[in-house]
């Protein structure tokens, strides 16, 4: 089984204008809208059967909504994340809200909410979260990340969370460390109950083949997951990476989809 653990879709009246906020933010143009036809014809294409959907909520009033619509969108091909942000007033009641209608994971991103995910105020969603729930967070900066902006997304901040959750299933986003392969290296890669994804949009060839062969080889074969930022990334082109590294072909296999299906039990 093909799965991207990183993908991010918007309703389609508002997707447009999401997919050209994110191109302007990023500086290069998406493969194609993030609309939920506009997936799963991508994922058609590529021959991925399932697309983690990633909930994110700038603010706080937008969580119930986000949640409710990714609710809404759960099938065969896309399974969503619930987004949960640091300012809600009960944050493990929505924990238990998404688990009660069939989410099996949340997206936790720091930079955009503005919290450290080892703050103690966090804890009582990872108490929530529990052995089941799988979380993936954003781990790294921007590449806009200014000199002395926050870092509230460092590794060794997610490092922080994962020693002190070690069953909490974690996926560290972006090689656990987006523009911050060093520090990654450092703090999470080859460390345990942590997994990684392959996410590095525009495409994750931009990391060469001989860092991600060696991040992989360090961090553990079972322990990284395919993943694109879609639609900021072409599955097709991000897989047929993975596919021209020189690792066995069970390896790639369990990169493209068996991890992930293992950890979140699709
Ligand atoms: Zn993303």
């Given amino acids: 089984m093909r799965v991207d653990v990183h993908t991010h879709v918007y309703p389609d009246r508002i997707a447009e204008v999401i997919t050209g906020i994110m191109e302007r933010d990023f500086g290069y143009d998406a493969v194609t809208t993030g609309t939920v036809d506009g997936v799963k014809s991508h994922m058609r294409d590529s021959g991925v059967d399932k697309s983690i959907v990633l909930g994110v909520a700038e603010r706080v ?8 619509w990714l ?39 720091p930079i955009m909410n503005q919290f450290y995910p080892d703050d103690p105020k966090m804890f009582p969603v ?68 942590v997994l990684i994804d392959t996410t590095w949009p525009p ?8 860092t991600l062969t060696t991040i992989i080889n360090k961090h553990g074969i079972n322990k990284v997951c395919f993943g694109t930022d879609f639609p900021l990334a072409s599955q097709t082109v991000d897989a047929e990476f993975i596919d021209s590294l020189a690792i066995t072909d069970t390896d790639k296999e369990k990169i493209l989809g068996e991890n992930a299906r293992e950890l979140i039990g699709l």
């Fill in 71 to 109: 609710i809404s969108i759960q099938d065969d091909m896309l399974v969503p994340f619930g987004a949960i942000h640091p300012d809600l007033e009960d944050m493990p009641g929505e924990v238990r809200l998404l688990r009660e209608n069939g989410i099996k994971g949340i997206k936790l991103h």
């Fill in 126 to 193: 990872y108490e929530e979260m529990g052995e089941n729930m799988v979380l993936e967070i954003h781990s790294g900066k921007w590449p806009h990340t200014k000199p002395g902006d926050p870092l509230y997304a460092a590794p060794e901040r997610v490092m922080n969370v994962v020693r002190r959750f070690p069953k909490l299933k974690v996926i560290a986003l972006h090689l656990g460390g987006f523009y911050m392969l060093d520090e990654a290296e450092r703090e999470l890669i080859g460390r345990e109950n």
């Fill in 203 to 210: 495409s994750v060839k931009e990391v060469g083949i001989k």
């Fill in 61 to 68: 009033d937008q969580v119930r909504g986000i949640n409710d």
